[in-house]
C-alpha cells in the first residue's frame, strides 16, 4: 500500500482557491445590518455551556446549549459581539425599532 497524496490537483494554491467563508470556527458570512455590514457565526451553543446570553432582537434569554448566532460589525471589537436567536437574527428587519417586554418577562 502507498502513502496517500495529500497535494492538490490542479495546482492551485491556497490564495487562488474560491472563498468558501470557512475559517477555523465554522461558517462565517458578512451581511448588512443598520447600512454597515455585519459577520454573522453560526454558534453550535456546546461550547458556551454555562453563559447566559440576552438576544437583542426579542430581549429574552438564550439558555446555555442552544445553538444562536453572533453578530458583530465588520471593523468592530470583541465588545461589539451580540448573540442572537437565529430566527430574531433572520426578522431583524421587520421588528420595529423598540422591542416591548410582556408583564412576566424577567428585568436582568
Given at each position: 500500500?502507498?502513502?496517500?497524496?495529500?497535494?492538490?490537483?490542479?495546482?492551485?494554491?491556497?490564495d487562488e482557491r474560491p472563498s468558501t467563508g470557512l475559517d477555523r470556527y465554522g461558517l462565517e458570512r458578512t451581511e448588512e445590518y443598520q447600512g454597515e455590514d455585519w459577520?454573522?457565526?453560526?454558534?453550535?451553543?456546546?461550547?458556551?455551556?454555562?453563559?447566559?446570553?440576552?438576544?437583542?432582537?426579542?430581549?429574552?434569554?438564550?439558555?446555555?446549549?442552544?445553538?444562536?448566532?453572533?453578530?458583530?460589525?465588520?471593523?468592530?471589537?470583541?465588545?461589539?459581539?451580540?448573540?442572537?436567536?437565529?430566527?430574531?437574527?433572520?426578522?431583524?428587519?421587520?421588528?420595529?425599532?423598540?422591542?416591548?417586554?410582556?408583564?412576566?418577562?424577567?428585568?436582568?
Open positions: 500500500m502507498s502513502p496517500r497524496n495529500n497535494r492538490r490537483r490542479g495546482g492551485e494554491t491556497p459577520k454573522v457565526r453560526h454558534v453550535a451553543g456546546a461550547s458556551a455551556a454555562g453563559k447566559r446570553y440576552r438576544c437583542p432582537g426579542c430581549d429574552q434569554e438564550i439558555p446555555s446549549g442552544t445553538p444562536h448566532l453572533v453578530a458583530w460589525p465588520e471593523y468592530g471589537g470583541v465588545d461589539d459581539r451580540r448573540h442572537w436567536h437565529k430566527a430574531c437574527w433572520n426578522a431583524k428587519d421587520r421588528r420595529t425599532s423598540k422591542v416591548q417586554r410582556s408583564r412576566n418577562a424577567p428585568r436582568h
